[in-house]
């Protein structure tokens, strides 16, 4: 499956901004999907993550209550809401998926996904 992330830009602290993952090929339903972002000089980090039947999903606890996962199968998409955005959300964000045909939620391990997509700069000022 391919990736492709858009939606991120410039905003004030405050703000909000909505993230966009098309993934391409079949089988969407099959992919537990999530975001990862690395900030400048940053290791990277786990976001959010959507469990294949868009039911689960897992946030990381700094965005828990302003961010948002969703996925719309219908348009193989998966969405980020971002809301209440601060400095320290500014980073590369990435949009990954793993394919699981059963088994527990992919979730925060990262080693669970297989795809990444090209990643999307967030940039919050204060």
């Known amino acids: 499956v391919q990736l492709q992330a858009y939606g991120g830009g410039l905003v004030q602290a405050g703000g909000s901004l909505r993230l966009s993952c098309a993934a391409s090929g079949r089988s969407f339903s099959n992919y537990d999907m999530g975001w990862f972002r690395q900030a400048p000089g940053k290791e990277r980090e786990f976001v959010a993550a959507i469990s294949r039947s868009g039911g689960p999903t897992i946030y990381t606890d700094s965005v828990k209550g302003r961010f948002a996962i969703s996925r719309d199968s219908t348009k193989n998409t998966v969405y980020l809401q971002m809301n209440s955005l601060r400095p320290e959300d500014t980073a590369v964000y990435y949009c990954?998926?793993?394919?699981?045909?059963?088994?527990?939620?992919?979730?925060?391990?990262?080693?669970?996904?297989?795809?990444w997509g090209q990643g999307t700069l967030v940039t919050v000022s204060s």
């Open positions: 990954v998926a793993a394919r699981r045909v059963f088994g527990t939620m992919a979730g925060s391990d990262v080693s669970k996904y297989d795809y």
